[in-house]
C-alpha cells in the first residue's frame, strides 16, 4: 500500500497536505474510498481510507493504529563533521536508509572548507533529503538534521555512549566495545576528510567518548558513517 508522512493528524483522521497531494491524486490516480498507509513521522502507522480530495488537502480516515516495523529500538544519531560540499547530502541519504536516527552536523579543527553563515540553508536543503529517503525506504520517522555546533558543544551525556571513529585508533574496535555494551542511545562521531587533532580526541576522552577503529582500512568521510551505522544496527538490531 502507498505510504504518506503526516503530522496532521486529530482522533481518527488525517490530513495530507503539499506535494503528496499531486502525487495520490495524478500520478497514483487515488480516489476516495482508496486505501494508503499514514505514517506520524514520531513512530505509528496507521491504516487510512480516503475520504476526500480537495486541491489543499486529502482527508482520511484512521484506522489500525501500530508501531512502524522499520524503526529499531537501538537509536543512533550520526554526528558528521562537515565534509566538502556535496557529500553531506549523500551520507544523509544513506545513512537515513540504514536507520539512522538523527543526524548531527558537528563543526572540527579540520573541516575544509569553513562553512558558510548561512548554513542553515543547506540544513532545510539535507532535512529535505532526509524527508526523501524516509519515504523512499519506509522509515517510522523523518530523522532529524540539527544546525551546525561546535564539536565542544556536543553533549555527550546525552548519550549511553558516544563512540568515536578514531583513524589513530590502535587498541580498540568497534566491535570490543558494542561487546561490552553501548546502551540504546548511541551517539556516532565521525572526523572530516582531515582526520581529528589530537587536542580534540582528549577533551572527547576526558568528557567520556569511547575511541574505536574501523579496521585497519582508512575510510573516507563520507563512507564511515554509513560503514559505522550498519555494523552497530547489524550487531545490535533484534
Ligand atoms: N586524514 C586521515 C588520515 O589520513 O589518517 C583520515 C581521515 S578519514 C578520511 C575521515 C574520518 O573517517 C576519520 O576522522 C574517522 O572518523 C573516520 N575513519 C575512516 N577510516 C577509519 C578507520 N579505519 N578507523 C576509524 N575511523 C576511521
Known sequence: MNRFFTDRIQGNTA???????????KVLRLRA????????GAGTDYTAEIS????DRVTCALSDARASDTESAVRVTLLQAVPKSG???????KCVELGVYAVQPVLTARCVPLPSRDYEKKRVRYQRVA????????RGIIPAVGSLIPLDAVDVSRFDSLIVAYEQEKETTLKQVLKEGV??????????????????????????????????RILRTETAGMAMLAQILYELES
Open 87 to 93: 557529500k553531506m547530502e549523500t551520507i544523509v541519504q
Open 52 to 55: 476526500s480530495i480537495c486541491p
Open 131 to 138: 524527508l526523501e529517503a524516509a519515504k523512499q525506504s519506509r
Open 33 to 40: 474510498g482508496d486505501r494508503i498507509v499514514v505514517c506520524d
Open 183 to 216: 546502551g540504546r542511545e548511541i551517539g556516532i562521531l565521525i572526523g572530516p576528510e582531515g582526520g581529528f587533532e589530537e587536542d580534540e580526541i582528549s577533551r572527547l576522552r576526558e568528557r567520556g567518548s569511547r575511541t574505536v577503529s574501523l579496521g585497519t
Open 15 to 25: 490530513e495530507i497536505a503539499g506535494e503528496d497531494i499531486r502525487h495520490i491524486e
